[in-house]
């Protein structure tokens, strides 16, 4: 079970303001025909409630 809850994925986009987000290590790629670039940042947005607690990184 993950740690943290995705509410939304901001593509290319900067998250909004007071948003918790990461920006995640790899790109994902548009279908073709979207209008958007190949391949774009893509920001995790994620539940504050969760995002608070404390992560133990082995």
Known sequence: MRD????EYF?????PEGARAELLR???VIPPGSGAAARVPTYLIIDPVVAVRPHHHP
């Open 11 to 15: 593509q290319g986009l900067r998250p």
């Open 4 to 7: 943290r809850i995705i509410v």
């Open 26 to 28: 790899r790109t994902i």
